[in-house]
């Protein structure tokens, strides 16, 4: 009995040791996995889960509730049909024709401006702890005070033009915010404002990252400011650009609540995007699947863009 | 039976948490009334259900407005977590009821007489299939005029009979220098102006056939037109800088005198009295020329959700009081529409109040009561948001003729159908 006992007592370090060592380095192997399991279950599920759910929905004629039963294309076809009444505009035209003036003017004017700060900014001046903060902080605005205060300021009989009136200036003429063929541009202004700042900040990153050998190599070489700028610095920035268009772009596609706040539609729904149109025809119109559809149509435009960008951009950087 | 199985087990697991023996006794309500006198509208109820024992628990929305709400409560009913009632417009109470999940108030309604005093064109949305779902709050009317009587003395203008005789008047205040028509030009707005236009221009059996049947021909006809030419004439007397403007602060400018007169429905009178203003000495109220016998409603209703049998009794206790004639006079004094019942004595109410309870009774005994198609009333949300739709691209100059405007109308309906 002792013999069995001792024997036991002797193994049961050794044996502990070693199922214990690879228990642990075991678990450690799958540990990344399993604290990621919960977040990747609920990507799965919530995201893409429910983009496979709004596709079903955009091929059943669900109105208020949901309906399981496929009816075919219809909402797509009232999509398409709509895609080309231009006079007078469906919703769904002015939601996709904004949805163009407002992105690429959105995009590129944040891009440019945020560019052109940031070099400014980078010029070794005084302040810059200070001024920087100051075209930051109105990333940290919701879109929804962002709106709020811009309807005010554009709002003729409040803002800008009343006080403009005020001093004097009586002949001051600026009714954007009122009118439905300008609407969207003070859409644009409001956005450009808040998020401008921010793609500063991005590019400021980007060129404080850029190696001053180069610069001055290529100023030794005789380069103009412009030259340098516009051959090796704006180059060199290209991953920035990147990341600010992606930035931005999603940004731009989900952009709701900026229209909502700013101009509560516009003029006879006059500053739709799409995804006012998706919002109003799923829950205030009860027709479901025509919302769904329109998200479809939503998500293949911004696979549409971002894909191939990402796809020439990513694949380049290793040579 | 399975159906009701289903909706039992959903019931079951959505309330599992919940179901304790206190929850008995306790009032679970969806609302968005959170504003200043509405929230004390809605306390005469609450202060009614305490008497009796019941506490009132209010089903918090995120984003206050109508919309978070029916976002909100098609969540909560998704996912068999049903409130004990909710308010509801219209359409919604029956688009609910054929999902299968509204409760059964049939048995109260009996022995309350509802069926004999709710008028019958509200009966349309508050009973379902014979069983009564809802119980009605309140009926508001959507063809008025409001007008400041201080400027109306200052032009010497009198109340207008005909469409002709508005547009006279309104002449005269632009004359004057005053802003002749206050409006928001937000698409509801239009529209429910547009309500009361179709009724002056055609006639009560023209706007029946037209906003609440659908009937193409109505839709297209000559009528159509004309009175979309007359909405066109009244938009010539609104200031320019009306688009998007909330409908509260074109009441304002009434209330300052910076502008004539309103066309909004009666819930602009509770402004009126929160600036203190007294019908008949600082404000008139009369129907929108050429539409008087004739009442176009909207109504807000409690629609009443199939909850299990332990929280029945609140729900019964709520539904009574809501439809109780001393609640329906208190609440509707503050609100500033009429009793949804025609047996409420009008005692308690000021001269626009009186004359809408009259004004209701006599339209619901001679067939002129009609639901308004934008306020939801006329016809299912789609239908009429496809309408509003029509209307604001019309005042906004998308639509730039009255033909145009008949094609677009025939044709958003149609699709929308």
Excluded at chain 1, 6 to 16: C, D, M, V
Excluded at chain 2, 156 to 179: M, R, S, Y
């Amino acid at each position: 009995m002792s013999t069995v006992a001792e024997t036991k007592i002797k193994l049961t370090p050794e044996h502990n040791a070693r199922p214990g060592a690879s228990v642990r380095s075991r678990l450690q192997d799958a540990l990344p996995k399993i604290v990621l399991a919960p977040s990747f279950a609920a990507t799965v599920i919530f995201v893409y889960g429910f983009i496979l759910w709004t596709i079903y929905l955009s091929f059943t004629n669900s109105k208020t509730f949901p309906s399981y039963a496929i009816t075919g294309p219809r909402a797509y076809q009232r999509l398409w049909r709509w895609t080309f009444e231009s006079d007078p505009p469906s919703s769904w035209y002015t939601s996709i024709t904004n949805m163009g003036i407002f992105g690429f003017l959105y995009i590129f004017i944040c891009l440019a401006l945020g560019l052109f700060l940031a070099i400014l900014l980078d010029q070794k001046i005084r302040g810059e702890g200070v001024l920087r903060p100051i075209y930051l902080y109105p990333m940290a605005l919701s879109f929804i005070v962002t709106g709020v205060a811009w309807k005010w300021f554009l709002d003729p009989g409040l803002g800008l033009e009343q006080t403009l009136h005020q001093w004097g200036w009586t002949s001051f003429h600026f009714d954007w915010i009122k009118n439905k063929d300008f609407v969207i541009y003070t859409v644009v202004i409001a956005g450009v404002w808040q998020a401008s700042g921010f793609i500063m900040a991005m590019f400021l990153a980007g060129l404080r990252g850029i190696d001053g050998e180069i610069m001055k190599a290529a100023q030794i070489d005789g380069a103009t400011t412009f030259q340098l700028y516009r051959r090796i610095v704006i180059p060199l920035l290209r991953p920035v650009f990147l990341s600010a268009f992606i930035v931005l772009a999603h940004l731009a596609i989900k952009s709701y609540d900026l229209v909502v706040a700013l101009t509560s539609g516009g003029p006879g729904g006059s500053a739709w995007l799409p995804s006012n149109f998706m919002y109003e025809f799923t829950f205030k119109r009860n027709e479901m699947a025509v919302g769904s559809a329109s998200a479809v149509i939503m998500l293949m435009t911004i696979t549409a863009i971002i894909v191939p960008y990402l796809y020439s951009e990513l694949r380049e950087r290793p040579r | 039976m399975l159906r009701k199985l289903l909706i039992g087990t959903a019931l079951a697991s959505g309330f599992a948490f919940a179901a304790h023996a206190e929850d008995v006794k306790e009032v679970q309500m969806l609302h968005w009334w959170t504003s200043g006198g509405e929230a004390a509208a809605l306390n005469v109820l609450k202060e009614d259900l305490s008497k009796e024992g019941f506490a009132w628990k209010d089903v918090p929305v995120a984003g206050g407005g109508g919309d978070a709400a029916m976002t909100a409560l098609k969540a909560m009913v998704a996912a068999g977590n049903y409130p004990t009632a909710s308010q509801m417009l219209g359409y919604t109470v029956l688009d609910y009821a054929a999902a299968g999940v509204m409760g059964d108030l049939t048995e109260t309604a009996k022995k309350e007489g509802w069926d004999k005093s709710v008028p019958a064109a509200l009966q349309k949305f508050s009973v379902y299939d014979g069983k009564w779902v809802a119980a009605p709050v309140n009926v508001h009317s959507v063809n008025w005029l409001w007008i400041n009587k201080a400027v109306m003395d200052k032009i010497g203008g009198t109340e207008p009979k005909t469409f002709d005789d508005f547009v006279a008047l309104l002449d005269k205040a632009k004359a004057a220098g005053v802003i002749p028509l206050a409006l928001g030009g937000q698409n509801w707005q239009e529209a429910t102006m547009f309500d009361s236009v179709v009724l002056s221009t055609g006639g009560p059996e023209f706007y029946k056939k037209a906003f609440n049947d659908l009937d193409e021909e109505s839709l297209k006809s000559d009528t159509m037109k004309k009175s979309f030419d007359n909405l066109a004439k009244l938009v010539t007397f609104v200031d320019p800088n009306f688009s998007g403007r909330d409908w509260n602060l074109a009441t304002a400018m009434v209330i300052k005198g910076d502008a004539l007169v309103q066309v909004m429905g009666d819930w602009a009178k509770g402004e009126f009295n929160a600036a203190k203003k007294t019908p008949g000495t600082d404000f008139l109220c009369y129907r929108f020329p050429g539409t008087d016998g004739s009442v176009i409603y909207n109504s807000d209703m409690f629609g009443m959700f199939n909850v299990p049998d332990d929280r029945k009794a609140a729900q019964v206790a709520l539904a009574t009081a809501t439809l109780s004639k001393s609640f329906q006079s208190a609440f509707n004094v503050v609100k500033g529409s009429v009793p949804a019942r025609t047996d409420v004595p009008d005692t308690d109410f000021d001269a626009c109040g009186k004359k809408g309870m009259a004004d209701l009774k006599a339209a619901n005994d001679g067939g002129t009561l009609f639901g308004s198609l934008a306020q939801g009333y006329g016809a299912p949300p789609a239908v009429a948001n496809a309408y509003k739709d029509v209307v604001s691209k019309f005042v906004h100059g998308q639509i730039k003729t009255s033909d145009e405007a008949v094609t677009e109308l025939v044709k958003a309906i149609d699709d929308a159908k």
